[in-house]
């Protein structure tokens, strides 16, 4: 997921951080932040022009883009952070009626994550901003998970002491 979509890893644990102040948890989350952001990353269109023709539904994803009026890519064409893509999202579809919020959350982030991330969208910029920012600042610790995770960093073996 982090390698397809180039988000880091403080970025995903804040959006899961976030889903789980709204009572999402554990794979339910991850399963629907890694779909909205397959998704994201088609209606940003990511994908080349010779694939943007094969990917189903793209027109659609890029249409819903182009009604919140919300850019998600930077100046290089890459995705933008997580938490300005979200308080970008957030800001368009508040506008909206939740029946209409409902219906383009859907579309752009597909059925099982829409309400997923219709939960992070429905907090609070400054809960959002607060919850990316806190993240980021551990990044030493993050950093550490992300190399023992990829096997970049010595094992460590924590040396146990206790008898019995």
């Known amino acids: 997921m982090l390698s397809e979509s180039a988000v880091s890893l403080e970025d995903v644990a ?9 009572g999402i948890q554990g794979s339910t989350a991850g399963t629907g932040l890694r779909e909205a952001l397959q ?19 793209q027109e659609r994803l890029q249409a819903v ?16 952070p997580l938490d300005q893509v979200f308080i970008k999202l957030r800001g368009s ?15 752009l982030f597909g059925d099982q ?17 607060k919850m990316f920012t806190n993240t980021r600042n ?3 610790a993050a950093d ?4 023992a995770m990829s096997g970049d960093r010595k094992s ?5 002491s206790h008898r019995t």
């Open 14 to 22: 804040a959006a899961t951080g976030l889903m789980a102040n709204a």
């Open 39 to 57: 998704k994201l990353q088609q209606a940003a269109g990511g994908a080349s022009p010779e694939v943007l023709g094969l990917s189903q539904g």
């Open 65 to 80: 883009m182009q009604k919140l009026g919300v850019s998600i890519l930077d100046t290089q064409g890459k995705l933008l």
């Open 93 to 107: 579809l508040q506008q909206l009626s939740q029946g209409d919020q409902v219906q383009l959350a859907n579309i």
């Open 113 to 129: 994550a829409g309400s997923k991330m219709l939960a992070i969208l429905n907090q609070t910029d400054s809960a959002i901003t």
């Open 138 to 140: 551990s990044k030493g």
């Open 144 to 147: 550490e998970a992300r190399d």
């Open 156 to 160: 460590t073996r924590l040396n146990s």
